[in-house]
């Protein structure tokens, strides 16, 4: 397997345009993870699903923030409009829990700089 | 909401040397996690490891979940061990908390 896939790498924006960061999550992987990483506040969890399905999105930070996984295979992260303190990486990971274990992968990371 | 604390935040090796890295945490956990971030960015899953320990290479750990702590272990470092070490813990319903890492330089 090619792992967690995210896209694009690296964006750079300019404030109030809408950004959206795509995620491909390990085939058979049941849950999928939105993380952000900043210096102030380290990896904190955005949003969770668990077999398509929202399950948790209390660490989204505004209503600017939202997320969909409209299949298995595929989730988007979006942001609109964007602001300079959304200047982050933003980290897809996926894990399967069938084995009991939910043991994390991530993906490479988008690195979003809003000017 | 559950507290990681991850010590030392900052860590200087001289190549060959080993070093423990300490995680602890202020609840009961399903399970715990060790990270490595390295220089570019790529989070790479060291060990799933809820209680006892396990090894892999020259890395080893140590979780004892009823006194709330975890340990990593790093033997003969090498160069490519520089990055940072995070520590995760499931604080519920397979939600992952990370510490603030342990940022760690390893010298030749």
């Known amino acids: 397997d090619a792992g967690v896939i995210q896209s694009p790498r690296h964006e750079v924006t300019e404030m109030g345009q809408e950004v959206t960061l795509r995620c491909k999550p390990i085939?058979?992987?049941?849950?999928l993870f939105w993380y952000r990483q900043t210096m102030m506040r380290g990896l904190e969890l955005l949003i969770y699903?668990?077999?398509?399905?929202?399950?948790?999105d209390s660490g989204m930070p505004e209503d600017r923030f939202s997320a969909k996984m409209p299949n298995a295979s595929f989730s988007t992260l979006k942001i609109q409009p964007s602001e300079p303190r959304d200047s982050a990486v933003y980290f897809c990971?996926?894990?399967?829990?069938?084995?009991?274990?939910?043991?994390?992968?991530f993906g490479a990371g988008s690195r979003l700089t809003v000017l | 909401g559950i507290q990681v604390e991850q010590s030392p935040p900052d860590l200087i090796l001289q190549e060959g040397a080993n070093s423990t890295l300490r995680c602890n945490f202020s609840d009961s956990v399903n399970n715990l996690q060790w990270f490595h971030q390295n220089p570019w960015g790529q989070l790479i899953n060291l060990f799933y490891?809820?209680?006892g320990t396990k090894q892999n290479g020259r890395l080893s750990a140590t979780t004892v979940a009823t006194e709330r702590y975890s340990l990593l272990y790093i033997s003969s470092s090498q160069t490519t061990d520089s990055g940072v070490y995070f520590c995760?813990?499931?604080?519920?319903?397979?939600?992952?908390?990370f510490g603030k890492g342990n940022q760690v330089v390893v010298i030749p």
């Open positions: 490891i809820p209680s």
């Open positions: 699903f668990n077999n398509n399905v929202p399950i948790d």
């Open positions: 990971a996926s894990s399967y829990t069938g084995t009991g274990a939910n043991v994390l992968t």
């Open positions: 085939s058979g992987h049941d849950y």
């Open positions: 995760a813990v499931d604080y519920g319903n397979n939600r992952l908390a």
